[in-house]
């Protein structure tokens, strides 16, 4: 026995049901005014600025059709809200943000999904009407709340039906409406922008209602001094002052070195007991004039003598045990007239000296001729 044969080509223009036999959804193109949103939508929160953006991105054609059932099918099923709602053809389940956008820029048609199925039971319409907004990021909590509520309500007080109808667990729908035990200036705050986190929102329901209030602006208190003190930090750490140098004490001119002095390698030695070893004891020690010692044997005639002032210091031993005569730089001398610097000098000035002693030692060692020892 022969098959019938069926046309592909009217397969394609057939409409497609959610769930086969159940409904034959069908697409109208009408005026905005001939269609009009359900009582039950809890979302009341619209952007004006964003709804004219929507509004113009439609002209160019709507991606996203409205979902409703007729009037006549809505009434039937809510007949208390036959006096809600004006004269028109369909009552929307889903959509109501595109149609005010649609009115906002004068948008001469709205495509409108017809789905007379949604409206087999009280329930179900109301799940219709839920589901889209629930979806939505920007969707008012304390507007989430209310709609849930009525669902609550719908399936006589059963949190986990009313659950089922939104394909949601019964701990998330109870987290959701658990937020209406906030006060209603706390609602207020959440409708103004001013408490927005869902887990503070949580919190505060938790408080009697009296209370709720007085939490949330000392936690808002504490959140501004939290971040009065991180921003002074952090211009203190981009405009903290640079650590101020030590300023350079000024030699006295009994204390003047030479541009350039002999090539010695610095070597602190230990006072002896009788040396002065304070500032103010060398300050009391009467001063003599200043003489120039003669420069060292073997140095050079560029090289100037250095002027080191005539304090009446105790005797220096060198090591031959020979005492510092006048007058006299034999070799070895140079120590004793080390040792004088550096009880005239202040710390600054002998860490000078002793970097300059080393400048000039690098500086011979590297004009030195080779050496010709292996």
Known sequence: MAGRRISLSALAGAAVESTPGSSKPTLVHVAPDQVAPTPLNPRQDFNETQLVELGNSMRGGQLQPCVGVTRARYVKLFPEHESLLPDCRIVMAAGERRWKAAQKVGLATLDVHVREDIAESRVRFLAAVLTENVERANFNFIEEARG???????????????????????????????ILRLSEEMQALVFEGKLTAFREMRKYSALPADKQMAAWQADRKAAEQKEDRAKVTARGATSAPAPRAEPAVAPRPSEELPATAPAYTAVYTQPSPTAPTSRSELDQVPEEPTRSLPEPRGGSSAEQPINVPQKTAPETVHSEGSQLLPGMWEPGEWESVFDVLMTRMGELDRHRLTKRLQKVMEEELATAPPSNHP
Not at 149 to 177: C, H, P, V, Y
């Open 148 to 178: 849930l509520q009525q669902m609550l309500e719908m399936s006589d007080g059963n949190q986990t039906k009313a659950a089922e109808q939104l394909n949601k667990s019964k701990q998330w729908f109870s987290q959701r409406i658990g």
